[in-house]
DNA sequence: ATTAAATAGTTTCTATAGAAACTATTTGCG
DNA sequence: CGCAAATAGTTTCTATAGAAACTATTTAAT
């Protein structure tokens, strides 16, 4: 197995996600990424949360988060909260219309990974996450320039 | 393990591998993708090939290769030629200017995730291709709607 | 207390990515 | 043969994604 091959098949299921991003899309008009959002806030105490806490969940670039937080809010699901205790910042929160949607439509994407995912063992599931957790090491650009892999082994001497 | 903490990590992952695309792009002018079909150039018969073949190999829509090679084009490292043959269609072929792009500026990636795969044994390599198998099928959109996964325990027993 | 540094977000720019609509050929069917 | 269907690519549109530059505030340091 070498490099580029490892590339080649990430991209595949880089592909595979953006599709089904955009199936979603298009049945919900809601991407998976705005979808996450939504569901962060929905856990959150009073539906709210700032730009940076979601930032730190989904792990995107402040610019991005930006992006999907105002293409939410012209759909009506989110609104911004002005922040008193630090005018820098705002809390975005959950309309009601985000929360109906959101017990609408994740069902479709919920119950297929589920249904995938039920077929597997917990064993099974254990290792795909550690599978996971080893790709996410394996690809962490902001290590690559770092020692190899110190903990890989650990994770894979593990099962 | 939830199927939203397996799409928060797989995130993670498409992340990463953006950053070192953009990395790659600011150092060398050139991204993963424009990487992958210079290199897929490189091997083919004359350096040449249709842009369904590079479609076919990188797996994305013929739109998107359209605007890689496109960009490719414009910074002179791919040209195209006409197929005499079949009109509607043309080669896309590897410039001298490419192959010398190929020929160093790959190194960095490659090199980084070398070290990274040196770092693991034959058998934890394969575990890892394997389990990149399975996410690419636990992710593949188009089958998302058929029959929950049949091959699945077939890859997972097979270790 | 004033100013420099840090932080939170936004805006602009560019690339990847796909869908839909389109053009131009080629194939295949009657 | 002639026309419909399929195929190869391109163009337009929209979304995700990040970098860089920017604004506005807050914190910290002298």
């Known amino acids: 197995m070498q490099y580029l091959e490892i590339l080649v098949k990430i991209r595949k299921i880089i592909r595979s996600i953006n599709l089904e991003s955009k199936k ?14 939504l569901q962060y ?10 730009g940076k806490d979601i930032k730190n969940y ?4 402040a610019s991005t988060v930006s992006g999907i937080v105002h293409r939410l809010e012209e759909k009506g699901l989110v609104a911004r909260l002005p922040n008193s205790k630090d005018k820098r910042g705002m809390f975005i929160t959950l309309t009601a219309k985000g929360a109906d949607l959101l017990k609408e439509s994740p ?3 919920q119950e297929k990974m589920s249904k995938r995912l039920k077929s597997l063992s917990q064993k099974q ?14 690809m962490d650009a902001e290590d690559l320039d770092a020692a190899p892999l110190i903990t890989m082994n650990e994770i894979l001497t593990s099962d």
């Open 125 to 138: 599931i254990e290792d795909l996450n550690s599978s996971i957790e080893i790709l996410t090491q394996l």
């Open 24 to 37: 979603i899309q298009k049945e919900f008009g809601i991407s998976i990424p705005q979808l996450l959002v």
């Open 58 to 61: 989904i792990n995107l670039n």
């Open 107 to 109: 069902t479709t994407l």
């Open 41 to 50: 806030l929905s856990e959150q105490a009073d539906y709210k949360a700032s």
